[in-house]
């Protein structure tokens, strides 16, 4: 069973960057599509970004030209770094995988989550 670890999330005043990390478990990590999911307080849970196996990208409207999803398949891990990062951009991250290679923007089609990590901008 693959395992997600998320990480770099903190404090950061708008404007700001921030990298966020997600380390998966198995030997199969190529073969995933990745995901990046956020819920703000009060809010429901959020798509915000994909990579698919074959490296398509996708994302959100409200990050589009902000966020950047990468990932580095020989050490097991996604990226999403985060530019220009304004209040409303404040939640919890988590990464997600979806072993058939795919995901996409509902919740439901990933069966891997990570722990979450926490992100908060400063106005």
């Known amino acids: 069973q693959v395992q997600l670890v998320e990480s770099g999330g903190g404090l950061v005043q708008a404007g700001g960057s921030l990298r966020l990390s997600c380390a998966a478990s198995?030997?199969?990590?190529?073969?995933?599509?990745m995901g990046w999911f956020r819920r703000a307080p009060g809010k429901e849970r959020e798509f915000v970004s994909l990579i698919r196996s074959g490296g398509s990208v996708y994302y959100a409207e409200s990050v589009k030209g902000r966020f950047t999803i990468s990932r580095d398949n020989a050490k097991n891990t996604a990226y999403l770094q985060m530019d220009s990062l304004k209040p409303e951009d404040t939640a919890v991250y988590y990464c997600a995988a979806d072993p058939a290679g795919r995901g996409g923007s509902y919740y439901y089609l990933y069966t891997v989550w990570g722990q979450g990590t926490q992100v908060t901008v400063s106005s």
């Open positions: 198995g030997r199969t990590f190529s073969t995933y599509g």
